[in-house]
T-cell receptor, first 112, second 111 residues
Framework: GENVEQHPSTLSVQEGDSAVIKCTYS??????FPWYKQELGKRPQLIID?????GEKKDQRIAVTLNKTAKHFSLHITETQPEDSAVYFC???????????FGKGTSLLVTP | GAVVSQHPSWVICKSGTSVKIECRSL??????MFWYRQFPKQSLMLMAT?????????EQGVEKDKFLINHASLTLSTLTVTSAHPEDSSFYIC???????FGQGTRLTVV
């Protein structure tokens, strides 16, 4: 089955700096790669996703890149703010209608 | 659109009792729903796939007799944790394709 590795497990940055979280996957059948932000005690919220026919996608301060050949994808957050502090999960699946395989999560702390 | 609603948001029950969790698709029909479990400070793990009108499929290591899933309509799937024990305390959360959104989640505490 699919195995998703996520690094780093914790990340601390100063407000205004950029944060990068990286994930790798093993199953070449995976074509859908969403990223979730989870605040304490709340459900994961989809923040951005990318499909395998696209190499990069951007939404304001958030961007995701995908290298399908190397089987890795990354989340980039620019101009970080304290409210970006949360746990971020990457995931992979054959498509949006399929069950997701999650990475272990990255705890991001943005200090003022 | 594409809202998934889960109920209850939290529940505390005594060891040995059963708890039912509901997952509803509010504005679309879902022939399939996914149930995940998240232990504290861990990632989400798929427990089972709920299929409308047929048996659920369970992931390896998940006891189907303990976690009963019923998907009787195109908008409702239920997960019943039977004979709950403290080790079942977790955050249970559902999602329904074609969207990758989650319900609010249910925090189960078994005492």
């Amino acid at each position: 089955g699919e195995n998703v590795e996520q690094h780093p497990s914790t990340l601390s940055v100063q407000e205004g700096d950029s944060a990068v979280i990286k994930c790798t996957y093993s199953d070449s059948a995976s074509n859908y790669f969403p990223w979730y932000k989870q605040e304490l005690g709340k459900r994961p919220q989809l923040i951005i996703d990318i499909r395998s026919n696209v190499g990069e996608k951007k939404d304001q301060r958030i961007a995701v890149t995908l290298n399908k050949t190397a089987k890795h994808f990354s989340l980039h957050i620019t101009e970080t703010q304290p409210e970006d502090s949360a746990v971020y999960f990457c995931a992979a699946s054959p498509g949006p209608g399929y069950a997701l395989n999650f990475g272990k999560g990255t705890s991001l702390l943005v200090t003022p | 659109g594409a809202v998934v609603s889960q109920h209850p948001s939290w529940v505390i029950c005594k060891s040995g009792t059963s708890v039912k969790i509901e997952c509803r698709s509010l504005d679309f029909q879902a022939t399939t729903m996914f149930w995940y479990r998240q232990f504290p400070k861990q990632s989400l793990m798929l427990m089972a796939t709920s299929n409308e009108g047929s048996k659920a499929t369970y992931e390896q290591g998940v006891e189907k007799d303990k976690f009963l899933i019923n998907h009787a309509s195109l908008t409702l799937s239920t997960l019943t944790v039977t004979s709950a024990h403290p080790e079942d305390s977790s955050f249970y959360i559902c999602s329904a394709p074609p969207v990758a959104f989650f319900g609010q989640g249910t925090r189960l505490t078994v005492v």
